[in-house]
T-cell receptor, first 111, second 112 residues
Framework: GQNIDQPTEMTATEGAIVQINCTYQTSGFNGLFWYQQHAGEAPTFLSYNVLDGLEEKGRFSSFLSRSKGYSYLLLKELQMKDSASYLC????????????FGTGTKLQVIP | NAGVTQTPKFRVLKTGQSMTLLCAQDMNHEYMYWYRQDPGMGLRLIHYSVGEGTTAKGEVPDGYNVSRLKKQNFLLGLESAAPSQTSVYFCASDGGMNTEAFFGQGTRLTVV
């Protein structure tokens, strides 16, 4: 998505912490989603942020700063099964239905 | 609870052939979507529907048509397939604003 930017690839070590950043530009903000997609599979929902701050959900946390157009997904205690693509998504245009996805960040967890 | 089911899972078409992809959801969701996913391009919205009998164009609608005759079904049609339509197609549904989308398992389409 041309209005959502994420790094293309990241590598991290098992047991470590990794932060995946997402920046966006929008004319009407209605929240930001993070999805996880394992290779060859469908995306699955991880988190949703509509207010500024950090939302924690087990090993995964998501942060949002609306004034900066910035979000990040924080993965703690990395496991090999966390190797996947992480997609940032938000409705960037007027009207909720037009959700734009970033191109995704492919995370590789190594031993 | 099946969630979102797409058929078929794989298909190879010759240029100029037509086909229909079927998406069915059993969660009583109002909103349904068709995306295509290509390497380096991410998920791009083709068409979407906000309720039975409604459809609207997304980001990349050319070459595709859709229909939502029943609330639980959303059909994506390719009237004359082109190699540029080789992609993985995902159907999704959700219950409205601020709700998570549920995706089907995808259809891998190759047009030769």
């Amino acid at each position: 998505g041309q209005n959502i930017d994420q790094p293309t690839e990241m590598t991290a070590t098992e047991g470590a912490i990794v932060q995946i950043n997402c920046t966006y530009q929008t004319s009407g903000f209605n929240g930001l989603f993070w999805y996880q997609q394992h290779a060859g599979e469908a995306p699955t929902f991880l988190s949703y942020n509509v207010l500024d701050g950090l939302e924690e959900k087990g090993r995964f946390s998501s942060f949002l700063s609306r004034s900066k157009g910035y979000s990040y997904l924080l993965l703690k205690e990395l496991q090999m099964k966390d190797s996947a693509s992480y997609l940032c998504a938000a409705p960037l245009k007027e009207g909720y239905q037009k959700v734009t996805f970033g191109t995704g960040t492919k995370l590789q967890v190594i031993p | 609870n099946a969630g979102v089911t797409q058929t078929p899972k794989f298909r190879v078409l010759k240029t100029g052939q037509s086909m229909t992809l079927l998406c069915a959801q059993d969660m009583n969701h109002e909103y349904m979507y068709w995306y295509r996913q290509d390497p380096g391009m991410g998920l791009r919205l083709i068409h979407y529907s906000v309720g039975e009998g409604t459809t609207a164009k997304g980001e990349v609608p050319d070459g595709y048509n859709v229909s939502r005759l029943k609330k639980q079904n959303f059909l994506l049609g390719l009237e004359s397939a082109a190699p540029s339509q080789t992609s993985v197609y995902f159907c999704a549904s959700d219950g409205g604003m601020n709700t998570e989308a549920f995706f089907g398992q995808g259809t891998r389409l190759t047009v030769v």
